[in-house]
């Protein structure tokens, strides 16, 4: 990919367009390219283009400093993309990348290893044990070990960047705000020892973007088409971590949880497989890797959709815990179904889906 089309890249990351999601689904199927949209009034038109000058200033003022400080500006096509084909994900046009994204190629298999940020030091130990185990241990099928993918975040997601550089692993950190003004402040000193382990940091936003919730939502999209194997160690039942155990499952990738907190035990009532520790963790992503990878779709008859069980509680009233209590006596009784993704669909009322 060319230069100019990068820079036309970050252009129509910076500008107005309403068709954006129609638009990144032709530049992946490779119909269009940025250029030709730029330089094509009718494109521009078609997809609801509208280039200011501040778009085109803050992309060349991008363009510059990514270039001063070492970031490299990712494409799809491009070899070092981190992210892979993933059902209902809408990849960007474009990745900052800050560190060595070409680690790609090495570690074959990789892990996201997420959870609670005001986690315990239970959780903490088990994740960082975890992430030790995972990228100093040499995975069956892979030539090297696997690599850790968090979110860089205080709690569960700093101590699984920690444990895979105490094994001298690679790790990668997709953060909700721009690589150069990483979040939070406080993990900078980590950031910069994943960079120089030969780990990366990523961001789809900014370069110096400040954090934001849908960025945060996004990222966590991102690390779970990233990732062939997702792992949540601790998490609340409004964590963050929920978002990609869930991404994850809509595009086929396997979900660990270990139990004891709300957020893994409604997990594991949605269908994600259990451990307790690395070792045990270990043994089964790689016996699971020797298996055929089922992908979790939603079937397209009578019994699709359904809702997540904090939707039915706030639609019925009931607790959460009274909700996932009657959802485990409607499934033995045959009158509720789970689907994939996590969604539960009530056979006796049907206008719930």
Not at 113 to 138: H, Q
Not at 163 to 176: E, M, P, Q, Y
Request: proline fraction near 5%.
């Amino acid at each position: 990919m060319t230069d100019e089309e990068r820079l036309a890249r970050l252009v129509l990351h910076h500008a107005k367009m309403g068709e954006r999601a129609r638009f990144a689904r032709d530049l992946a199927d490779g119909r269009v390219s940025a250029r030709e949209v730029l330089g094509a009034p009718l494109l521009r038109e078609d997809y609801r283009v509208s280039v200011s000058k501040d778009a085109e200033g803050r992309a060349r003022g991008d363009w510059e400093l990514a270039l001063r400080h070492g970031v490299r500006v990712l494409a799809p096509g491009d070899l070092e993309w981190p992210l892979r084909e993933a059902d209902g994900l809408r990849a960007p046009g474009i990745l900052y990348a800050w560190g060595d994204p070409a680690a790609a190629a090495r570690p074959r298999r990789r892990v996201c290893l997420v959870g609670s940020r005001a986690a315990t030091r239970w959780a903490v130990e088990l994740t960082r044990a975890c992430a030790a185990s995972l990228a100093g241990f040499r995975l069956a099928g892979a030539s090297d070990a696997a690599c850790v993918v968090s979110g860089g975040a205080l709690g569960v997601d700093a101590a699984a960047h920690e444990g895979a550089l105490v094994a001298k692993g690679i790790t990668w950190v997709f953060l909700g705000s721009g690589v150069l003004a990483p979040y939070p402040a406080r993990n900078r000193g980590l950031f910069e020892r994943v960079r120089s382990a030969g780990g990366c940091l990523f961001s789809a936003n900014h370069l110096y973007g400040t954090p934001d919730k849908g960025y945060f939502v996004q990222r966590n999209a991102f690390m779970a088409a990233c990732a062939q194997f997702v792992v949540v160690t601790e998490a609340s039942s409004i964590s963050g971590s929920l978002h990609t155990a869930r991404f994850a499952r809509a595009a086929g990738r396997p979900v660990w949880a270990c139990p004891g907190s709300a957020g893994c035990n409604r997990l594991l009532l949605e269908g994600a497989r259990p451990f307790d520790d690395p070792e045990k963790l270990v043994a089964d992503i790689i016996q699971y890797g020797n298996e055929p990878v089922p992908m979790l779709v939603e079937p397209k008859n009578s019994r699709s959709g359904g809702h997540f069980p904090e939707e039915i509680a706030a639609m019925t009233g009931n607790t959460l815990t009274e909700v996932f209590r009657k959802l485990q006596i409607g499934e033995l009784n045959g009158e509720v179904v789970r689907m994939p993704g996590g969604r539960y669909l009530n056979l006796d009322h049907p206008e719930w889906s």
